[in-house]
């Protein structure tokens, strides 16, 4: 059974900080890698995908993956109010299906 | 990224009838997909919905109970049949992205089921 673990949280940063949200998956061999977005009532949101080892940037947020250690993380830099969501990590399954952990809860306080 | 309609948005439903939920997408993708996503859980994969062949469900899911239709390449349907309220729950469509974005999926906004 393919599993992917997160922290539940919740995490609470203050505004401004950095967020730093992880996660573990159990197949070696998989090849994809994904941070979504959940607010409260609403779907999932893509805002990263991550394929190679090492970092990748896009705006606040950095994705880093160490395929070595099995390791896939989501930094979110001067966290602001609007980040507080419930953060999903996806992997990529062989069939083109995604495994999903249970999500942390970011609180981001004023 | 696709935009990707779900109707209904929401419903209340008693218990053993069935309920149908269409995803309508404005672009041609071949994979669609079925998650479930109960209170306070993650996203659990249903079955993959390819045009022209049979849905494909996964471990604990069967065709009975979650019959899928897949009729082109932009409308899936799935029916959630003779409804209990363990059924309660989000039901999310999502379709794979665009050509070259490996396994990345874009998700409906969601059908809310209540089943009383």
């Known amino acids: 059974q393919k599993e992917v673990e997160q922290n539940s949280g919740p995490l609470s940063v203050p505004e401004g900080a950095i967020a730093s949200l992880n996660c573990t998956y159990s197949d070696r061999g998989s090849q994809s890698f994904f941070w979504y977005r959940q607010y409260s009532g609403k779907s999932p949101e893509l805002i990263m995908s991550i394929y190679s080892n090492g970092d990748k940037e896009d705006g606040r947020f950095t994705a880093q993956l160490n395929k070595a250690s099995q390791y896939v993380s989501l930094l979110i830099r001067d966290s602001q109010p609007s980040d507080s969501a419930t953060y999903l990590c996806?992997?990529?399954?062989?069939?083109?299906?995604?495994?999903f952990g249970k999500g942390t809860k970011l609180s981001v306080k004023p | 990224s696709a935009v990707i309609s779900q109707k209904p948005s929401r419903d209340i439903c008693q218990r053993g009838t069935s309920l149908t939920i269409q995803c309508q997408v404005d672009?041609?993708?071949?994979?669609m997909f079925w998650y479930r996503q109960q209170p306070g859980q993650s996203l659990t994969l249903i079955a993959t919905?390819?045009?022209?062949?049979?849905?494909?469900?996964e471990s604990g899911f069967v065709i009975d109970k979650f019959p899928i239709s897949r009729p082109n390449l932009t409308f899936s349907t799935l029916t959630v049949s003779n409804m209990s309220p363990e059924d309660s729950s989000i039901y999310l469509c999502?379709?794979?992205?665009?050509?070259?974005?490996?396994?990345?999926?874009?998700f409906g906004p969601g059908t809310r089921l209540t089943v009383l």
């Open positions: 672009s041609q993708v071949t994979m």
């Open positions: 996806a992997v990529g399954g062989s069939q083109g299906n995604l495994i």
């Open positions: 919905a390819n045009q022209g062949s049979e849905a494909t469900y």
């Open positions: 999502s379709v794979e992205g665009m050509e070259g974005s490996y396994n990345e999926q874009f």
